[in-house]
Nanobody, 115 residues
């Protein structure tokens, strides 16, 4: 059974940084794409950043230049380095993976940006 285990959320002041990690396990196949989505209270879940197995990346306009997604294919792990965090980045961040056409989600990790 595929599992996505996230870590790294927490409380940070505006302008600060956090690094999220997500490790995929339980599959004989590596995810084709992995990424991060987020959902703030009262809002729909939205894409933050994705990375393919080949290293191609895509970011939401709201995080370009501040967030960096990276991937370690040997560990089936992705990272999201979040810099210059803003209060509007506050949300539950979910890891997402596509393996053989099936979508998987992590349990979510809370990121709160507040002074």
């Amino acid at each position: 059974q595929v599992q996505l285990v996230e870590s790294g959320g927490g409380l940070v002041q505006p302008g600060g940084s956090l690094r999220l990690s997500c490790a995929a396990s339980g599959s004989l196949f590596s995810p084709k794409t992995m990424g991060w989505y987020r959902q703030a209270p009262g809002k729909e879940r939205e894409l933050v950043a994705v990375v393919t197995s080949g290293g191609s990346t895509n970011y939401a306009d709201s995080v370009k230049g501040r967030f960096t997604i990276s991937r370690d294919n040997a560990k089936n792990t992705i990272y999201l380095q979040m810099n210059s965090l803003k209060p509007e980045d506050t949300a539950v961040y979910y890891c997402h993976a596509v393996i053989l056409g099936y979508q998987y989600w992590g349990q979510g990790t809370q990121v709160t940006v507040s002074s």
